[in-house]
């Protein structure tokens, strides 16, 4: 048992999707810190306030070191996010965000915890050999490219933290009988009741949101939703329903609340679910197709997780897509299957798979993998 | 590092972070400040606070006056404390606004020094838990060195 814990814990994988989340997690910090470069900037610090510090021995700098400090948080997240002096500069960059958040109790809030975790595991990841200026110096140096892949701990480690995030939230609400019977909801909403008029929203909606009844379902579908997502997230069955679920989850919690950076950092962190290896899908472009080309094109510059290689695939053939299984797709369905695999289209590509030629196509495809044609062909081994 | 010391310092970080973020969960059902507990949006409940500047002389003088060159919305500017006088709804659960603004008294009496007549702050709060019937409490900072 310990044995597989610890071989669990130190196989490699492909660090892609958190060097992508170090990418996105650069502006991100920006965007935290921006309340407290504004104040800065305005010639105000926390300490002109009301301030609670959490310790007495906790070191508090001088007004001018910590607007110092907060100067060179923007430029450490920066570099964090270009890739250059990629663990220095998360390091850096986690030291720094953590430290103003602990200077004071009124400092927190979830997300900023969301935030300085995340940091924290990305200075434990070697996530800086891929997506970063330190690859790029090194191969204009001619010096051979670092392994891109590393014990896997921390990215399981994330993802235990981005489920325990939607768990214990969901969690907490379902232990709350005012939270479960809707109440909370119920009553958050016929107090902003002005808010909510100010929407352009027909009159039966406006009715439908005040009304207790409406709540008492919808609370429950709200904590039904939080712990699916802590849980599908785990199985590869529901994965993709749960990252899914996720992105509308967080839209509409950044439409009806201020949630500072949870909402693109919920999303970003998302990306750490993809299965941690990469160039294992083949795309098959017919090369004298422009059309074709151009989709590979396309593809290329989307692919910022790093699934497909391209292959050039027989003229006058459409598109055609091997899954890691070996699993073949060609036409409609493989484009379907290309766009719901990349980041940015997957959200609205995921519902395509659903639908009933392309189900036909996926049976199709894994019931002929057995077949020699395809078993024998470049991608045609599990 | 060895190895096997590599193995065990991987298998005790992991548990060690995975321990200490479960306790934190758990340690959110009961403190006032929820710190890694993740327990967003957990009350519908409101408060509102009279505060007041008690002089070394008996006065009761609101806070909503300005006084030595002070105003209670510049001194206490976040956490939704800074007009504690209107019905506000408490973000983070009763316990943890309530647990701020018994600090932001402290904080006040203890970073106004031009102030020379209040002996202590006091702040009579209405709270309403989600549902349940309004209930009142008091808090009150420390006594002031330099009041009077």
């Known amino acids: ?382 | 590092m060895s190895p096997r010391l590599t193995t065990i310092a991987r298998r005790v970080a992991v548990v060690g972070v995975v321990a200490v973020q479960l306790a934190f969960v758990a340690r959110g059902y009961r403190a006032d400040h929820k710190q890694f507990a993740f327990q967003p949006f957990p009350e519908a409940s409101t408060w509102r606070a009279e505060i007041v500047r008690v002089t070394t002389d008996g006065r009761r003088i609101p806070i909503e006056r300005p006084w030595a060159g002070y105003r209670w919305e510049e001194l206490v500017t976040d956490r939704g404390l800074s007009h504690p006088g209107i019905r506000h709804h408490a973000d983070t659960g009763l316990n943890n606004q309530l647990a701020f603004l018994d600090s932001a008294l402290d904080w006040v009496a203890a970073n106004t020094p031009r102030d020379r007549e209040t002996r202590y702050l006091e702040a009579r709060v209405t709270a309403w838990h989600n549902d349940d019937p309004p209930h009142e409490r008091t808090f009150r900072s420390p006594e002031r060195e330099g009041g009077g």
């Open chain 1, 1 to 382: 048992m310990l044995a597989r814990f610890d071989e669990l814990l130190a196989r490699p994988v492909s660090m892609r999707a958190l060097a992508l989340l170090r990418v996105l997690a650069g502006p991100l910090v920006l965007l935290h810190l921006e309340p407290f470069l504004t104040e800065a900037w305005s010639g105000e610090t926390y300490a002109d306030a009301f301030y609670e510090p959490y310790a007495g021995w906790y070191p508090e700098p001088p007004e001018a070191v910590y607007i110092g400090l907060l100067g060179l948080a923007v430029v450490a997240a920066t570099a964090m996010s270009l890739g250059l002096l990629t663990r220095a500069a998360t390091a850096t960059t986690f030291a720094i965000v953590a430290y103003n958040v602990f200077l004071s109790t009124t400092h927190y809030q979830s997300n900023r915890a969301y935030l300085i975790i995340v940091l924290g595991l990305l200075v434990v990841a070697p996530c800086g050999r891929e997506l970063s200026l330190d690859a790029w110096i090194r191969r204009r140096r001619g010096r051979p490219a670092l392994d891109a892949s590393a014990p896997g701990w921390p990215l399981w480690l994330l993802r235990f933290e981005c489920a325990a995030v939607y768990g214990a939230s969901g969690l907490s609400k379902l232990l709350d009988p005012d939270w479960f019977g809707g109440f909370v909801t119920w009553k958050r909403v016929t107090g902003a009741r002005e808010d909510l008029e100010a929407w352009p929203l027909p009159d039966w909606a406006v009715s439908a949101l005040t009304d207790a009844d409406f709540h008492a379902v919808a609370a429950k579908f709200v904590v039904g939703t939080e712990l699916f997502i802590a849980l599908g997230l785990w199985w590869r069955g529901s994965r993709y329903a749960a990252v899914w679920v996720a992105v509308v989850f967080h839209l509409a919690i950044e439409a009806a609340a201020a949630v500072q950076v949870f909402s693109l950092l919920g999303i970003a962190v998302l990306l750490i679910w993809a299965v941690p290896s990469t160039r294992d899908r083949v795309l098959r472009i017919d090369p004298t197709s422009v059309r074709q080309r151009r989709l590979g094109t396309a593809v290329g510059r989307l692919d910022w997780l790093a699934r497909f290689r391209a292959e050039p695939g027989q003229p006058g053939a459409p598109i055609a897509v091997a899954d890691r299984d070996g699993t073949a797709l060609r036409g409609g369905p493989a484009l379907a299957f290309v766009l719901s695999r990349l980041p940015l289209t997957a959200w609205f590509a995921l519902p395509a798979l659903l639908l009933p030629p392309v189900r036909r196509a996926r049976r199709a495809g894994r019931a002929a993998i057995g077949e020699p044609a395809v078993a024998k062909g470049p991608v045609g081994g599990r």
